[in-house]
């Protein structure tokens, strides 16, 4: 049997090009190698959106955004979170054995309270969902970008609780993490993410993506002066979209031969080159709701028998079963 691997996105807004080199490329570069399961995270998502109509919008898009990069349904197990119980049934029997500390260190918990954004109890319990996430199916290996390691840490402390508790139960899995693309930066250079609207979406129309590409921030070096490639935030994009040429690009920003609006242009258009094929089979897709629907309904039915199975053996454990009480 090859080994197993998880991952999922939250449907939160428009996919991103770091969504896609931070994880995605993973999952399309792995799938022949391990048995892959593929999840839409929108139970993580109900959290930020309240809006029905936004919410099973974004769930379609990234259904649709799995199919277009090149997944393959019949290869990998694609299913919609919410449609498996076993996540929010695992979620409260983990809740019972988490201490509150371990989630008062998660970096997302602290940037929100840092940020002063108001915290609902779903966003502090994130990463006990996770931990179920991952948990349930046994995987080896989670393929996530650099920002979600702290929670498979917390996945994997929770686990060894619980093994202490009750006996192994669990694989402890493991992050897997590319570290040349750990974080794709954003527009203004922070992290590329939809909190900062600083994005460029895997399905924004060519037109958008150029303006957005020569929106990127730089600091004021001028025409013919050298320029550092390390910290420019057009250049950490060229490694991602222009790998055969980035020696003559890193030569051209040191010798100051290059402009950054000569660098904005050409990245753009190999962004362009590079999402085109994606954003037409996108396009196909919008037209088949139906196949959308059976790829979801599929998955997430096998999903379910393997979590099940999980969950029904937890139940045992912890003394929830029906066995206990004969
Ligand atoms: P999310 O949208 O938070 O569900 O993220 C989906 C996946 O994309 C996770 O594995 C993240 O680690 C990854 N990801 C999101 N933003 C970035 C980024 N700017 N750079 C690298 N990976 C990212």
Not at 190 to 210: C, Q, W
Request: with cysteine.
């Amino acid at each position: 049997m090859p080994e197993r691997l998880l991952s999922g996105i939250k449907p939160t807004g428009n996919i991103h090009i770091g969504n896609y080199f931070g994880a995605m490329r993973q999952f399309l570069e792995l799938q022949d190698q391990y048995e892959s399961f593929l999840f839409i995270a929108d139970l993580h998502a109900l959290n930020q959106i309240h809006n029905p109509e936004e919410l099973a919008d974004n769930i379609r898009e990234i259904a649709k955004a799995y199919l277009a990069i090149g997944l393959d349904p019949d290869k990998v197990t694609l299913f919609q979170q919410s449609r498996v119980p076993a996540h929010t049934q695992l979620t409260w029997i983990f809740n019972s054995i988490t201490s509150m500390g371990l989630l008062e260190r998660a970096h997302a918990y602290k940037d929100a309270l840092a940020n002063e954004r108001s915290v609902n109890v779903g966003l502090f319990d994130y990463p006990v969902l996770m931990a179920a996430d991952i948990l349930l199916y046994h995987p080896k290996v989670v393929p996530v970008g650099n920002d979600q390691q702290q929670h498979v840490e917390i996945a994997v402390d929770i686990a060894q609780r619980f093994h202490h508790l009750y006996g192994p139960t669990f694989t402890i899995p493991q992050p897997l993490i590319r570290s040349e693309v750990a974080v794709v930066p954003g527009l203004d250079g922070r992290k590329m993410s939809k909190s900062y609207h600083n994005v460029i979406g895997l399905f924004d129309t060519p037109e958008a993506t150029v303006k957005k590409v020569m929106a990127i921030t730089t600091d004021s070096k001028g025409l013919s002066e050298p320029k550092d490639p390390e910290t420019c935030t057009i250049f950490a994009l060229h490694k991602l979209f222009s790998t055969d040429q980035i020696e003559e690009l890193r030569e051209r920003y040191r010798s100051g031969s290059i402009t950054y609006k000569e660098s904005k242009e050409r990245l753009a258009e190999r962004i362009n080159a590079f999402l085109q094929p994606i954003r037409e089979r996108k396009a196909e897709l919008d037209s088949q709701p139906e196949y959308i629907e059976r790829v979801l309904a599929e998955g997430s039915a096998k999903a379910s028998e393997m979590a099940e199975k999980t969950l029904r053996e937890v139940m045992e454990r912890v003394g929830l079963s029906a066995s206990h009480h004969g």
